[in-house]
Each structure stands twice: as C-alpha cells, then as structure tokens.
C-alpha cells in the first residue's frame, strides 16, 4: 500500500502554526462577469452544513465604465494550504532577522513579530471538492495523482474523501482559517510539491521528463551551479547516484546584419 | 416513521392527535418544548425530550446532507477551532536563491511550445 493509498502514511499531527497541505475550513470564491450566475438578495445566512452551497452579489450596482461588470460566488467549506511554508512565513522571517539586527535577542525578535497580525496576512488556499464535481478527469487519474491541476484527498476516520482543484486557488486572509483538522505526511507534502509545479510550470518539466526518457533512469534531485565563467550548469541526480550536467551554451556574439555576406539590408 | 398532521387554528391553537398525545406521553397541562433543528424544521414533544434529542438529529440530519459528514460531526462536535491560537509561528533562516542573470532565466524557463487549442479571448 503507497503513501496515496494508506491514511497513515497519507496524514500527520498538525504542527503548532498552518504548514502547506494543512486541511482548514474556510471561504473561497469566484469571481464571474455579472449574468454567469444567478444572484442573491445580499446578504445571505451562511451555509450550514459547510461544504455546501454558495452566496452569488453582483460587486456593483451597474457596470463601471472601464471594465466588465463582476460577480463574486463563495463558498464556506473544506480546502487545503497551497503556499509554501517559506512563504506563509516570509515577511515574519525578515521581521525577526531585523530585529535581530538591531541587537534584540531571538526570542525577543520571535515575540515582538509574532504579535505583527500584518506580517503575511495572505495565504493561497484550494477547496476541498467531492468527487461527483469532478469533470473531465477520471476519479482514478486523481486519487493516483496522476491527473494535472488535482490533488486527492484520501479517506480516513477523520477525514471525508474528496480532491483539491488547483484552478480553484484563492488568497485569503489568515484570519480566515480554522485551525488544521489533518495534515499532510511529509512524503505526501513532496507529492504536492510536484503536482503544484506540475499545475503551474507543466512545460518546464516536461523537459525533465524527456531527459529522465532518454538517459533511461529518474531525476531524484536538481542544483544549479554556476562556473567560473558565470555560465548556467543545471547538476541533475539521477537514481542510482548517476550525475548529469547540462551547460548552458557558450555565448555567442550575435551577428551584424549588415554584415553578412549577401545581405544588402 | 409515523407521522401525524394537525391544522393550525386562529391564533396559532393547534391540537394533537389523541393516538400521538398517548404515544408521546404528553398530559394535559404538560410543557411542550419547540427546539428548532433547521429552517421551518422543528423537533417537539413534552420537555426535556426534544432536547435531549435535538443534538443527535441535527447531527445526522446535517451529516446526511453534508458532502462531507465526517468534517460535520467534528464540527459539531467541536474538535475544530474555527478562531484558532495559532501564535507560535517559527523562525527560519531567509535564503537568498543563487543569483541567475535574465539570460539564464530566459533558459531555465524555456521549453517547446506546446500545441494550443485555445478558443481565443471570444
């Protein structure tokens, strides 16, 4: 049984602060054009059980004049932390090393930042969806991680089936978040990792796919280093403790249209 | 599961049925208690009762119509905080990334174009 099929390798103790792949309860949304959804009266009791339903205001009363008139559709439920923990601490981080510099002890520097609500008060979060809104993939391709733009959310005793929808991300405020009802393991953490890269750079990694295709082994690492010369070397380990390196291309003085043989601009 | 109808007279006086009062146990002068589950949905019966049980059906009731009932009942169980202490945020080192210049990123970021079949901006 693999880490995507077997809850106790797939959750972990929530930490004592929010960590990327923590489960919470809190909004999401979607911004529409005005007559995409059918609206409501403003404002609307909050949907109890969460996870269901949604609240649907036009923005403004008429449409501005410089752009189209939008829609805004929460939602009040399940959803997963997609930004990275460097980020969720990155202002927080400078802060204490600031102090720091300005001769405060650590944990001085610690509690003073600490009691900073507006340090990173933004945090990218998906929703957690059932399954039966799924379109286009195949519940299979999900729950295995296969599928691009998904990641799956395994049953538990604690925890309902469902998968997160990378297209669905949103900011919202911090304060918006319930404390984590599961966190991911770590190994399922890295799985994240690359379905997020996946979701938001597919491209770029298919080139990684095609090198590990044609060297016939997978990529378990990448550095960047740089030579004497400052040009770009991308060190890839392969398993098995191979070692690739790709050089960037020497460069290479562009030529002079008008002077090139035959070329009478 | 029984059910039983009675029609709201003037002024909201309403009567129970003789075979429900008996079942129910409800004597004259007891004390009905109204505990409201949902919107236009109410538990009732003699007090104490609908009380006692009104936790145990709206978790149920809730449950069933939740996408996710497991999150329901801890919720409603409390087990979740929604207005969290989470204040033992940690220090990590900042890491400058190795400085790459624009024409390593422009390699680092490049790959073949993939084939598009984009409906246009419509």
Redesign the interface.
């Known amino acids: 049984m693999g880490v995507l099929s077997d809850p106790s390798a797939f959750y972990t103790s929530p930490g004592?602060?929010?960590a990327q792949g923590d489960l919470i309860?809190a909004p999401t949304a979607i911004l529409w054009s005005t007559g995409e959804r059918p609206t409501h009266k403003y404002p609307q009791p909050a949907p109890?059980?969460?996870?269901?339903g949604s609240v649907v205001y036009d923005l403004w009363n008429e449409a501005p004049p410089f752009a189209k008139a939008a829609t805004i559709e929460c939602f009040l439920?399940?959803a997963m932390i997609l930004t990275d923990?460097?980020a969720l601490?990155?202002d927080?981080?400078?802060k204490?090393?600031k102090l720091m510099e300005h001769g405060k002890s650590?944990a001085d520097?610690?509690a003073e930042?600490?009691l900073d609500p507006t340090l990173d008060p933004l945090v990218v979060i998906a929703p957690?969806?059932?399954y039966?809104e799924l379109r286009s993939v195949s519940p299979t391709a999900v729950r295995t991680a296969q599928a691009i733009g998904y990641f799956p959310i395994l049953e538990s005793?604690?925890?309902?089936e469902?998968f997160v929808d990378f297209g669905r991300a949103v900011p919202v405020s911090r304060q918006l978040?319930?404390?984590p009802?599961a966190a991911l393991s770590r190994d399922v953490k890295n799985i994240l990792c690359w379905k997020l890269a996946q979701h938001y750079?597919v491209?770029?990694l298919?080139?990684d796919a095609q090198i590990a295709a044609a060297v016939g082994k997978t990529i378990v690492a990448s550095h960047?280093?740089?030579d004497n010369k400052?040009r770009?070397i991308?060190e890839l380990e392969l398993e098995g403790g191979d070692c690739l390196r790709l050089r960037?291309e020497p460069?290479q003085a562009e030529a002079n249209p008008s002077r090139v043989r035959g070329n009478r601009g | 599961m029984q059910t039983h109808k009675s029609v709201a007279r003037d002024r909201g006086v309403t009567t129970i049925p003789q075979d429900l009062r008996e079942r129910a146990g409800v004597a004259v002068h007891d004390e009905l208690s109204w505990v409201e589950l949902d919107r236009d949905l109410w538990l009732v019966g003699p007090k104490g009762r609908p009380e006692q049980a009104a936790p145990v059906v709206e978790t149920t009731l809730l449950a069933q119509q939740s996408p996710f009932p497991k999150l329901v009942r801890r919720l409603l169980a409390g087990e979740i905080a929604l207005s969290p202490k989470m204040a033992e945020r940690r220090h990590t080192p900042t890491q400058e990334p190795p400085a790459v210049n624009e024409e390593q990123m422009i390699m680092l970021g490049s790959a073949p174009e993939p084939v598009r079949r984009g409906r246009g901006r419509g």
């Open positions: 004592s602060d929010w309860i109890v059980p969460p996870g269901i439920g399940p923990d460097c601490d990155k927080f981080n400078v204490v090393e650590e520097a610690l930042a600490r957690i969806l059932p039966k005793d604690e925890v309902d469902g978040l319930s404390e009802f750079a491209r770029n298919s080139v960047i280093i740089a400052n770009l991308v960037q460069r």
